[in-house]
């Protein structure tokens, strides 16, 4: 015979018909507003937040300029140094 098991009472929410659930694409949006509205946003923090980008994020400029992280990356890279000057935001 399986064990008893007790189950805990499941709170509802009741909406009026003036209230709804936010969906994710309206959580989407307001997060985007948020971004747009701050005066130093930086295009990183804009990248990061448009809606198909969830699996980019923003790291540490150290983190970049350290040359053993970013060792064997300037043969791949075409262009290296300017890619670079442009992820850090800066001018060549």
Known sequence: EPPATALAPVETIAL??????????????????DLEDDDEVSWIQWFCGLRGNEFFCEVDEEFIEDGFNLCGIRNQVTLYDAALAMILDREL
């Open 16 to 33: 009026d018909d003036s209230e709804s659930l936010s969906t994710s694409q309206e959580i989407e949006e307001e997060d985007e507003e």
